[in-house]
């Protein structure tokens, strides 16, 4: 059997697919062309043609981005039976680049905006995805399955989206480095939205270089290349008002501290962002639901599906009840439905308050203190999934800073507690991924050379 690294790499992760995936539920659907095309991209690689550093490499991509022919529902039953007839604009860009899509990763479903007692990791068509560190724990969402097959080692690199918390968190459960672009950054066309003021593809991955590296073929930009090229003067912000949630997350930001000013940055404290903390929530939430509403019509006229509004899916959702509500409602889906539109004044005035709590609190304090960023615990470690109650959040205070400012964040893991990851958030100014990602890879050689990579998981029964 004639064979090359690219067929080499995705016949073992199909191998783990099938052997380990049944115990995390990860991924939705698997590429069945797969194989064949990792083949011509071997033959190219013996003719002497690298389309791009990560040619060859497999990646899978979360089930709410289009990929032609292959499942792309969002993990909602609506959608399963009518594929996509082309790429998403990223999904083209991965294929441009050698890449092999290896296939499509559960989510929390609709990315969970459907109702506020959801629980992360679950949908109607991919079941539910568990934490590799411990079964019993939650991926959290909506990017559980990237976040989990990658920390699963099914794949090497995988995409997930953020609206608000939705890469960081997953990557944070998981163990795994994961980057929100700016807004605007890495194109939108062909992934179901939510919100297109906050709504961001992004790179996950085990490295901060491997991170930079599929953020390169997403967004067409040259970060990797400039990883090493020092922290030593950057200035690191540290607002101690979004700290305090668990001291497990606070003892691993404080050794993430100490590691980046060995490395030579230089720490700002007494500092604090209250315009994130005081806003209303409601204010976000406005904006998400007028614009889902606004959006998903758009999305779904690209789609040969049943459905082609809101109004239609909330409907599917009821004739569908014990497949699609078994566990949690719709409410927001029905709060959305009720929206006025973008012109409405509840809309135009959450959008001012977002702004100024997001944009402006945060381009303010970056400036008056001449920060290159800043730096919070991400989440407390994965909480216990409880389907009958849904989520119980404990932190992730940071992305709501980035996601009302439309801003870059990077989550990096840091260490351990009681067999469970804990990882530091860095975010800053719109389009500074860079400087993040010099930041994160300063913090990975010095948590590397302390103690080394996290450990792998363990797949534990119960944590």
């Known amino acids: 059997m004639s064979s090359g690294p690219a067929q080499d790499e995705v016949r073992r992760s199909l191998g783990l697919v099938e052997e380990v995936d049944p115990r995390i539920r990860s991924v939705i659907a698997v590429n069945p062309h797969a ?8 033959r190219e690689t013996a003719g002497g043609r690298r389309r791009s550093a990560l040619h060859g490499r497999s990646v899978l991509v979360k089930d709410n981005v289009d990929t032609a022919g292959l499942a792309s529902t969002a993990g909602s039953l609506a ?17 441009e680049a050698g890449l092999v899509v290896l296939g499509k990763t559960n989510l929390s479903e609709w990315a969970n905006i459907r109702d506020p007692h959801s629980t992360s990791g679950w949908s109607a068509l991919g079941g539910l995805t568990r934490n590799p560190y411990a079964l019993n724990r939650t991926a959290w969402g909506s990017s559980s399955g990237s976040g989990a097959a990658v920390a699963a080692r099914l794949a090497g690199f995988a995409v997930g989206t953020e609206t608000d918390g939705s890469i960081t968190a997953p990557a944070a459960a998981c163990g795994v480095v994961g980057l929100k672009p700016t807004v605007g950054l890495v194109p939108t066309e062909g992934v179901v939205p939510i919100s ?34 020092g922290v030593r003067g950057r200035r690191i912000g540290v607002p101690r008002d979004l700290w305090g949630y668990s001291t497990a997350a606070d003892a691993a930001a404080e050794r993430a501290l100490t590691l980046l000013s060995a490395a030579g940055a230089e720490l700002v404290e007494d500092l604090a962002l209250p315009a994130v903390k005081d806003l209303d929530d409601d204010m976000e939430l406005t904006v998400l639901l007028v614009e889902l509403k606004v959006g998903l019509a758009a999305y779904l006229a690209t789609r040969d599906a049943e459905v082609k509004t809101l109004a239609d899916v909330i409907a599917f959702n009821r004739s569908h009840a014990e497949e ?23 809309y135009l005035e959450a959008i001012d308050a977002c702004t100024a709590a997001g944009l402006a609190e945060l381009d303010r304090t970056l400036g008056e203190h001449e920060l290159d960023a800043l730096l919070a615990p991400a989440m407390a470690p994965a909480t216990p999934i409880d389907l009958v ?12 800073s980035s996601a009302l400012a439309g801003a870059p964040i990077l989550t990096v893991p840091v260490e351990l507690a009681r067999g469970l990851p804990v990882a530091v958030s860095l975010w800053g100014a719109r389009g500074s991924e860079t400087t993040l990602l010099q930041l994160g890879r300063a913090l990975e050689s010095g948590r590397d050379a302390s103690t080394g990579p996290l450990p792998e998981p363990t797949f534990a029964e119960w944590v």
């Open 79 to 95: 959608l399963a039976d009518s594929p996509p007839t082309r790429d998403a604009t990223v999904v083209r860009r991965l294929r």
């Open 324 to 346: 699609e509500l078994p566990w949690f409602g719709q409410s927001f889906f029905e709060r959305a439905e009720e929206t006025e539109g973008v012109a409405s004044p509840a």
């Open 196 to 229: 297109w003021t906050q709504d961001a593809p992004g790179p996950m991955a085990l490295t901060v270089s491997d991170t930079a590296a599929l953020l390169d073929v997403m967004a067409g930009t040259s970060t990797a290349d400039q990883l090493e090229a």
């Open 35 to 42: 194989l064949a095309e990792a083949e011509t991209l071997d």
């Open 389 to 400: 109650n849904g989520d119980v959040y404990s932190g992730g205070a940071a992305t709501g």
